[in-house]
């Protein structure tokens, strides 16, 4: 099956730092990408996407990298604040509108 | 609007009863999803279904079933509960029109006795 892992399962970031989770993935056939958040209690939150045609994309504070050649994308986030901490998890597309999850890497936000 | 609803969002059962989780969304999102949550494991897929009366087996199916008689809903039963199946329960929906980003409800935990 799909194999996603994110580097680091903790990220501890001093507020106002810029922060960066990594995630490699192993089908070279996804052609989309989704990083997700999720906080404390609730439901995982879309937070940007990225399609294989593209290397980067920004968003508000964040930015997704891209590159298919070592299959590995990077989400980093500008000035980190304290609703940041979560759970980030980066979602590959596996085909059938299927997302391939990571176990999520977790992000601490020190004030 | 509602988006997509979870019901009940808390749940405690003993081993053996049948167990009914609820999904809604109000978007008529063709595809559904149930996952559940552990810690260590991620999210993992239970079921989806692709549209009403389509159905379809993820990672983890077993002990589990769904139906979609209805697009806008898409239970999942715990036919007989075990304490395996005590977890964090999501139900997602996404549509080809939006791309496939999936969009989550806000869980059901379960805590199997």
């Known amino acids: 099956g799909e194999s996603v892992g994110l580097h680091l399962p903790t990220l501890s970031v001093q507020e106002g730092d810029n922060s960066i989770i990594n995630c490699a993935y192993s089908n070279s056939a996804s052609d989309y990408f989704i990083w997700y958040k999720q906080e404390s209690g609730k439901g995982p939150q879309f937070i940007i996407d990225i399609r294989s045609n593209m290397d980067k994309r920004q968003g508000q504070r964040v930015t997704v990298l891209l590159n298919k050649t070592v299959k590995h994308l990077s989400l980093q986030i500008a000035a980190t604040q304290p609703g940041d901490s979560a759970v980030y998890f980066c979602a590959p597309a596996g085909g059938n509108n299927r997302l391939a999850f990571g176990k999520g890497n977790q992000v601490v936000v020190i004030p | ?113």
Request: aromatic content about 14%.
């Open chain 2, 1 to 113: 609007d509602a988006g997509i609803t979870q019901s009940p969002r808390y749940k405690i059962t003993e081993t053996g009863r049948q167990v009914t989780l609820m999904c809604h969304q109000t978007w008529s999102h063709s595809y559904m999803f149930w996952y559940r949550q552990d810690l260590g494991h991620g999210l993992r897929l239970i079921y989806y279904s692709a549209a009403a009366d389509i159905t379809d087996k993820g990672e983890v199916p077993d002990g589990y079933v769904v139906s979609r008689s209805k697009t806008e809903n898409f239970p999942l039963t715990l036919e007989s509960a075990t304490r395996s199946q005590t977890s964090v329960y999501f139900c997602a929906s996404s549509s080809p029109a939006w791309g496939e980003t999936q969009y989550f409800g806000p869980g059901t935990r379960l805590l199997v006795l």
